[in-house]
């Protein structure tokens, strides 16, 4: 029994990195206040204009410089010392923290204003997480990548559970400027650490990946990167599959609209916000404590589909229990539970992918294109919740809520399948473990 416990929970192999740990440690204080303001923007945006549209907006507004910036840091992060990138990134996002938080001070009720220092954070996010997920395979060895990457999934969504049922609860008293300033704080505990790295000038041996050569961090960099994942037809369906679960699946940008009409909480605030917005976390922590079994799994691919179909088929029970809450005011106790029980499954489902996407992109790539498919990566993986974010916005102001919710669900069904019918190859990709010694 106690092997079979040992097998189940987290592999904290990783955490015997000084590096890695002292990174993993600093990121479950600045998750949580990084998490306040990811509920903070959009309770905001919701509270001062009464809108699921305006709240998708932060989709468009987080896309296009996640885009730009995530390209062009992964082109940067191939060229500079990964160190001194990150120092400057998280220093960046320092900065718009505060900014974040002298705006809710003064009482500024300006959505633009509000939406443009997002478009900002997000720039500065996206140099940080592709040079950040660079260097991972640069501290650990392959073989502990997938654990390495479910370990920080973890903390990344207890973060999730932490921001939103905190927020939820203190915004009624405290008021939205508390959540940004306690994030700007947080933020100094990941800066201590990164500041701590060794020197992380990129690994450039002569012919790798047909290259061999120091690439300028601009546009043909960024071609250059997708040359090569164009070369890769396993690494390309990973990033297609997240697309299809993200886009049409996260129905995110709906919560405080759900939360207010369907479970009859205030317009901003409030347990039902606060456990809409952490179920999906709540269920990825619960996954990653019980991910021992992802360093074992040999068939990536075809895990990989699987589950996303299970968060395909929860985003559409999800619907369902809002849409039964919508039309039943004396089961929405109950449709509530129903609802933060699915969501839950939905994030364990999607802990477990995420862990395996990145462990076929960390092993696959070399060291010199590993910053630019980060960027590609992080790009298509924090982009698409926000292409969702306007989608869902947009279409629950002309079906619903809970239409929008379930369809979504139903299109990441039929699109997976349709992937995995047309790419084959990318069912079949598995990985040889090696024997564990002793």
Do not use: K
């Not at 650490?193 to 290259?211: F, K, N, W, Y």
């Not at 139903?410 to 699109?415: D, I, N, P, R, T």
């Amino acid at each position: 029994m106690r092997g079979r416990l040992s097998g189940l929970v987290a592999d904290t192999r990783p955490l015997r990195n000084d590096h890695f740990r002292r990174l993993w440690t600093a990121n479950i204080i600045t998750v949580i206040g990084a998490q306040l303001t990811v509920v903070a923007v959009p309770a905001q945006i919701y509270a001062d204009t009464g809108s699921s549209a305006y709240v998708g907006l932060t989709g468009l507004f987080g896309l296009v410089p996640l885009v730009v910036f995530g390209l062009w840091g992964g082109a940067l992060a191939d060229v500079f010392d990964r160190r001194t990138l990150l120092i400057i990134s998280t220093s960046g996002l320092i900065g718009t923290s505060a900014l974040f938080w002298v705006q809710a001070a003064l009482g500024s009720t300006n959505v633009w204003l509000l939406l443009c220092l997002f478009s900002v954070q997000q720039a500065f996010f996206g140099i940080n997480q592709p040079t950040r997920s660079a260097v991972l395979p640069r501290l650990l060895p392959p073989d502990l990548l997938p654990a390495a990457n479910s370990l920080n999934m973890t903390v990344m969504m207890a973060g999730g559970i932490a921001g939103p049922l905190v927020a939820g609860i203190l915004i009624p008293f405290i008021g939205l400027e508390w959540l940004y300033f306690i994030d700007t704080i947080t933020l100094f505990a990941t800066l201590s650490a990164v500041v701590r790295l060794p020197s992380l000038r990129v690994d450039r041996p002569e012919g790798a990946a047909g290259l061999g050569r120091a690439p300028t961090p601009g546009l043909r960099s960024v071609v250059e990167g997708f040359t090569f994942l164009r070369t890769q037809p396993v690494l390309m369906m990973s990033f297609v599959v997240d697309l299809i679960a993200m886009v049409f699946g996260m129905p995110r940008a709906l919560f405080p609209e759900i939360a207010s009409e369907s479970f009859d909480g205030p317009d901003a605030g409030g347990l039902a916000f606060a456990f809409l917005f952490a179920a999906i976390p709540i269920g990825a922590v619960v996954g990653g404590v019980l991910s021992g079994w992802v360093s074992r799994v040999e068939a990536q691919g075809r895990a990989v589909v699987v589950c996303i179909l299970v968060w395909g088929a929860a985003m559409v029970g999800f619907g369902v229990a809002v849409g039964i809450a919508g039309a039943a005011a004396s089961l929405r106790t109950t449709m509530l539970v129903a609802a933060v029980l699915l969501l839950a499954v939905g994030g364990a489902a999607d802990m477990a992918s995420a862990a395996f996407r990145s462990s076929m992109l960390q092993t696959v790539a070399t060291d010199e294109m590993r910053g630019r498919l980060q960027g590609i990566f992080i790009v298509v993986v924090a982009g698409g919740p926000r292409v969702a974010d306007v989608a869902h916005g947009a279409s629950a102001a002309l079906i619903g809520t809970a239409a929008a919710a379930a369809g979504g669900g139903v299109l990441v069904v039929v699109g997976v399948v349709v992937a995995a019918l047309a790419v084959p190859s990318f069912v079949r990709y598995r990985v040889t473990r090696a024997p564990e010694a002793g």
